[in-house]
């Protein structure tokens, strides 16, 4: 469901300007396990970033409720959603667990 969500909302930016490039990167050690969702697309905006996990927030192709719902369960089953990095070029979200 958190695969599904963040690959959404990276196509979405790729489908408004198509230079964007998407990663996605699955890894496991002793500690556990790391799902990273990663595009070279604009920054999401400080403000809505403050805000991502925490209820719905508007944005351009809806509500944002899609992150809000994927950290509630993630943080369920003792996971870990985060926006990892805000950087031009470098927005990567993380699932750990």
């Known amino acids: 469901t958190v695969a599904e969500n963040l690959l959404e909302n ?3 930016k790729q489908s408004i300007d198509r230079r964007v490039h998407i990663r996605a990167e699955l890894s496991a050690d002793e500690a556990g ?3 990273r969702i990663c595009d070279s697309g604009a920054p999401v905006p400080e ?3 403050a805000k991502l996990f925490g209820g719905a927030v508007a944005s351009a192709q809806g509500l944002g409720i899609g992150l809000h719902q994927c950290a509630r369960l993630a ?3 003792d996971y870990d959603l985060r926006l990892e990095s ?3 070029g470098e927005v990567c979200f993380a699932l750990r667990g």
């Open 75 to 77: 943080e369920r089953l």
């Open 47 to 49: 403000p809505i970033a």
């Open 86 to 88: 805000n950087e031009p």
């Open 33 to 35: 396990c790391q799902l």
């Open 10 to 12: 990276a196509r979405y």
